[in-house]
């Protein structure tokens, strides 16, 4: 793992979001083009995605301060933020309300980097904090996890290219895998149920080095929303400039 200085003074231009919808790419990003140096006071950081289908956007406090201004909605993620080390309740709201949704108390510890990942399960809001553990990235590998949020496909396992071999295989619901190097180059990637049907693909996915990637399997199987179907979703969470 990188040192935390470096990743405290270079994450806030690292995080960007990459769609993936009937294998075609989007981009979009958060870049901060100051490089002055800045003293940093011990913390933990956090990225959190909204990946429940059924919920119109959250505002998320920590302990009583505020962490979002706009609502975050379905497939948007919040780029990693620092907070105070130490036990913090989470607290995910509808917009313009005081009623909680979910929440948690999370312990956040210093010079540690975390993902929060947002669920829905029966209809009911759930969330999990995972530590984020990649190790130093390279120019000829790109690093990625697979996290499963959608509540009804089951175990699933991810094909790269032609490979017979899963990169991840029996990644069940509210369950993240460890981040994998794999040679950066474009790939179709693959999603299969533990039956072997196809759930999802994505095709000329170009994955770059010095990159480290997050997964995501969100939405549901059975669903008559085309906004709700199972699909991919490929979040960078670092960029090593």
Known sequence: MM??????????????????????????SCLDNDNDPIDYPPAGYISIYNGAPDNNGVIIFADQNQVNNSPLKYSEALAYRNFHPGDRLFKFSEPNSLTSLYEEEYEIKVDSVYSMFM?????????????????????????????NLSPDAGNVSLLIDDSETPLFDGIVFKNISDFESIDTKKVKMTLVSSSGDTL?????????????????????????ENSKKLDLQLLTNYIEF
């Open 3 to 28: 040192s935390l200085k470096s990743f405290a003074k270079k994450n806030f231009k690292s995080l960007a979001a990459i769609a993936l919808v009937s294998g075609t790419l989007g981009l979009t």
């Open 200 to 224: 999802a693909t994505a095709t000329n996915v170009d994955l770059q080095g010095n990159r480290v990637y997050t997964l995501i399997v969100r939405g549901f199987v059975e669903s008559a």
């Open 119 to 147: 669920v829905e399960e029966a209809g009911e809001i759930d969330a999990f904090l995972v530590k984020d553990n990649w190790s130093e990235p390279s120019s000829n590998k790109a690093q990625i996890r697979l996290v």
